[in-house]
């Protein structure tokens, strides 16, 4: 080949091309899509145009505080690289027929998070909907003894336990109230005036994995009945 | 038959000026392509041990659970990142620009200031792949390097990309080679597929699933705008080279170029079928990846019908052994990504091994196998002596061959029905697991092959490295079968 400006052209333009067809379009329709009620209703003005329902939530909502922390825990460990975070539309894949979220996951759900964590594997379940499935202190008990050792909940996983998020120490006077409750006679549990309390940052890991629900509807994407 | 050309010593050219402006331009590139050698042979060590770690871990979680710095998803994540800009991308440097050297014909200069950007780079990999252990790690996949390490990589890319832009700038002769296409395309594409995937993933972050988009835009073009033109560049050096007659169609390599440039970069899409972005961008990545047919196709029959009569030389020749393994490579592992971007295919593999199988199959039994090859190539040249031992040759080519088949069967076969599995609701997701633990222990059985052969190359390697003066005195180039054959077909 001897038309230099045509080679360089040519790989200039082959990237150029990928990079506004994919990312800039991508970014022109979703950037500037923003929080939203469940439901929309004809605007005063413009009966055509549908706008948002005053006085109604807004979603989706932002996470706070301690969950945000345990975010931060979520990705310093990579716990996306065996558990995604999206659920696939009812027919294509058994997601929704497994319990992972009561509907698919749309582009919307994902605007108020500054690391968006999709996640491609699935060695472990799809967490989208984690904390609409093990919810309130039942849900926060059987996650801290999970993430200790996942085999005390869930025998034979092959999750690594992350016991290194927690500290046995010995009992002083009475048992602490956040120490872990053991399945009795359970192998995993320790020493006989020992206990086993969550450091902060697998406070702050539980607190994210049980802030992670799916429980509004969006006018694009509605919670069937 | 035998064209007239064919030689088994590496220093015959045609005539002795050709021969001495050659062996110029391999001294002014002699230093930072050994640095860059021994870094990618030193990270690749490395990220076989993390491989191993994680391959065990999968399957045995408690295999040294207790320490934090050591659990799955970062000794995963070390482990992809010392291989891909570690290993992958050394190599890169130490052949990719001394294949451009030798096509442009100009000696490299001020080659102290590319040996320096090489430090550099590596420096900056080292704190990155200790900050990943350590905690700070993105979670963002193939872009895990925390932030306090990524602008010294991007700045030390940019010193060496430039370095063989240069060479271009100052080749001589008219004619430019396909090789150089290629890896003049892939310098300049890779700096802007990381800074651009940077600046928009971690540094001002756009906004929702676009960071995901943008994401597996970067990933995906890292294989198949980095790593896959380089491996095709030195694939099309070195079969005219070894073999001494030209590539078969000078009008394929065109087609297969530009079809590449112009369908890779969009492929990378289908790694989000079925997620929460718009159809319209997956239907796109749907029909490029398709479209990926064309050039795997293109240069599959230029490469096989220019080795075409010749299948002895190659089995004979440790450089084409290699290459020609990666060329096959190529066209399976593509043609096996293009029907994985289907949507009812796509549907049961994604999420699974199947597809770690796959990145793996690409990387190595293609990307890697290539780059073996041209070391096994460039270094008797850069060093002026002989690989020291054949048997160590096949120990690595077996070990490799051996190992990366077990892999891709194993991963693949287990995430095929893995897949299956996860599509039926009834079977419990527990059982899904357990039942993917045989193909997990066939994947550590397979490391041990690699490891294997991984420790034959080292060894050849720093044993010609150390004792290059004894092994000057050797007759002829080391082939892979004993003299008195080779004299019999010669």
Redesign the interface.
Known sequence: ??N?PL?FC???F??A???V???LT??I?????TQTTETLVPSDDDPTKMVVVEGDPLYPSQSVGLAQQGKLE?????????H?Q?I??AD???DI??GWGPR????????M??????G??????DLTHLGGRYAGDAGRDWNHLHLYN?QIV?K?????????LYETRKIENNVSKDALVFPPGSEYGPEEGYEVIPTRRAVALVEYLLSLKINYSLPEAVIPE | MMPKSYNYNPYSSPSDAVKAELSEIDASIRSAAIFFVISAIGWLMLGTIFALLAAV???S??FA????FL????V??AHLNSMALGWASNIIFAVGLWIMARLCRAPIQHKGILLIAGIFWNIGLTVGVFGILG???????WL?IPRYATPLLAFSYTLIGVWGVIAFRFRKG???YVSQ?YI??AL??FP??YV?AQV?IIWF??????????NW?FAHNVLG?WFTPMALATAYYLIPKVLGRPIYSYYLS?LGF?SL??FY??A??H??I?????VW?IS?GIVASVMMVIPVIVVGINHHMSILGMHKQVWRSPTLRFVVFGAISYTLVSLIGSSMAL?TVN?IT????F??GHAHHGVYAFFTMIMFGGVYYMMPRLLKCEWPSAGLIKIHFWGCAIGITIMVVALQVGGWIQGME????EIP??EI??N??PW?KARSVSGIFLTAGHCAFALNLFWMLFAAGALRAKEGPTLLVNKEKVNSIV
């Open positions: 080949m001897k230099l080679l040519g790989i200039f082959a990237l091309f990928s990079f067809g994919l990312i991508s970014h329709q979703l950037g500037s899509l979520y990705i310093s460990l990579g716990c996306m690289y065996c995604s999206q696939r539309r294509f894949g058994a027929d497994r698919q996951s749309v582009a919307r759900d994902y605007i998070q500054d690391r968006v964590l999709l491609t594997m699935r060695t472990g379940p996942p869930s034979g996983s092959t999750m690594p336990p992350f016991a290194f | 871990k999968s399957h979680p408690d659970g207790a320490y934090e659990t799955f998803g970062r995963r994540s905690g700070d790690m993105t979670s963002v996949e895990e008219d004619h430019v296409w003049l395309a300049f594409w802007w597929l651009v928009m972050p756009v906004r929702g699933v676009v960071q995901s988009v943008t835009w705008l065109v530009w440039a112009i970069n969009w990378g899409i790694h989000l079925g997620g929460p972005i718009p961008l796109a949507r549907e994604h999420f699974t091994h597809t770690v996860m599509k039926n609701a997701f527990l697991v357990q993917t633990i997990l």
